[in-house]
């Protein structure tokens, strides 16, 4: 079965962009090679992965008003066989629209209909945006994970995430809930790292192989990779 991997949250900041290009490379290391689709107009950072294959799909008019004619191309891409999986990076402020296109088109069920499941990911802080990430959460579990599978991750980079208020608003869709995916902080130097190989909009595989690196960076990048891959690996296989 083919797979729909969405990345959505109401919030913008918050790391959305992040998992998409992780989780994209993921999925490259166990040899799928993924179709990923930018649709924030706002916040070009996925398409200036040269690394990654990616497609920019706007689903906002330049008047910021919902464009159907986008949103039917985003899904005829789905629809269709030629792409094992698709991961979409679903920008702030086409949150609300892409949520009412999937419910009004009845969309998910469509792709499972013709062999292609859903995953929504949604990206959970702590710290001053952990109130409104949470309520995001919220929004996916109750009206979008019918026929998908919902997967959380836990961004850490904010503050400690308020588990159990997760996990009370996902109760509902609990049998088709996986994660969470937790997004470790970590010392300042691993960061820094971390932080100059996404300033360059480099993958993993890019900066570990790149001169600009130093041996004990990416040996730093190595173990970030190989623990983030295994958070990943161990998430998904509940699903």
């Known amino acids: 079965m083919s797979e729909f991997h969405c990345v959505i949250q109401a919030k913008g900041g918050i790391g959305k962009s992040l998992v998409a290009s992780w989780f994209a490379q993921y999925l490259r290391s166990r040899t799928d090679d993924p179709l990923c689709v930018e649709c924030d107009a706002s916040n070009k950072t ?35 066989d030629e792409e094992k999986a698709v991961v979409v990076d679903n920008g702030q402020g086409s ?38 990430t949470l309520a995001g959460l919220a929004t996916v579990a109750k009206f979008l994970v019918e026929d998908s599978t919902l997967v959380v991750w836990q961004n850490e980079h904010f503050g400690s995430v308020d588990v159990e208020r997760a996990r009370e608003l996902t109760q509902t869709c609990s049998d088709r809930l996986i994660g969470p995916v937790v997004m470790v902080r970590r010392g300042h130097t691993f960061q820094e790292d971390v932080q100059e190989m996404l300033s360059r909009f480099m993958t993993f595989d890019e900066a570990i192989a790149s001169d600009h690196f130093r041996t004990p960076a990416k040996s730093r990048l190595s173990i970030v990779r190989t623990d983030l891959f295994t958070e990943i690996e161990h998430a998904l296989d509940g699903a």
Do not use: W
Not at 50 to 63: A, F, H, N, T
Not at 109 to 128: D, E, I, M, P, S
């Open 46 to 80: 996925l398409s200036r992965y040269s690394g990654l294959r990616v497609q920019r799909i706007d689903l906002l008019d330049e008047d910021r008003r919902i464009n159907r004619r986008r949103f039917d191309e985003l899904l005829e891409i789905l629809l269709e």
């Open 95 to 132: 949150f609300e629209p892409l949520a009412q296109y999937l419910l009004e088109m009845d969309a998910v069920r469509q792709l499972k209909a013709a062999g292609r499941q859903t995953f929504l990911h949604c990206v959970v802080t702590g710290g001053q945006h952990g109130p409104s």
